[in-house]
């Protein structure tokens, strides 16, 4: 991990062996991470029967959950350690597919905020629909 300003950055590796294992909703959920460096972060989870709402869609609660994730993780990679203080979630699509893809990215960072952008995408055998979107802002702690 490379220091910024005295900051522990997050890594791939410190996602899977620390902070996911560490997050009892994050791990509960099957969360797996794939990318998460420069500002980039990449999350699956699997869509369960139990992460479903009386329709048979994720539950918004889920997909809002991925996204945040997604543009937290993303701005820890630049920052280090983070919590959102805000966030819009914009809920395009119905959540139906094998697995919730979320990709986030850092917009702008500083030594106080950091603006962050993800999108929330379901797939199925290979085929991605984009499903949600989000604006947050993160602060590092």
């Given at each position: ?5 005295g ?23 099957g ?8 500002g ?14 009386h ?5 918004g ?16 990679s ?38 962050a ?25």
């Open positions: 991990m490379e220091p910024n300003n900051r522990r950055l997050a890594t791939l590796e410190m996602m899977r062996e620390e902070i996911i294992p560490n997050s009892p909703f994050t791990a509960f959920l969360t797996e991470i794939s990318t998460c460096a420069d980039e972060a990449e999350l699956v989870v699997p869509i369960r029967k139990d992460l479903t709402q329709h048979g869609f994720a539950h609660a889920v997909v809002g959950c991925v996204a945040d994730n997604a543009c937290a993780w993303a701005a820890a630049v920052v280090g350690d983070v919590v959102t203080t805000e966030y819009k979630l914009h809920l395009l699509a119905p959540a139906v597919g094998e697995k919730l893809i979320g990709r986030g990215r850092v917009i702008k960072s500083s030594s106080r905020l950091v603006i952008a993800a999108d929330v995408f379901t797939a199925t055998g290979g085929k991605e629909k984009q499903v949600a979107t989000m604006l947050a802002t993160i602060m590092p702690i």
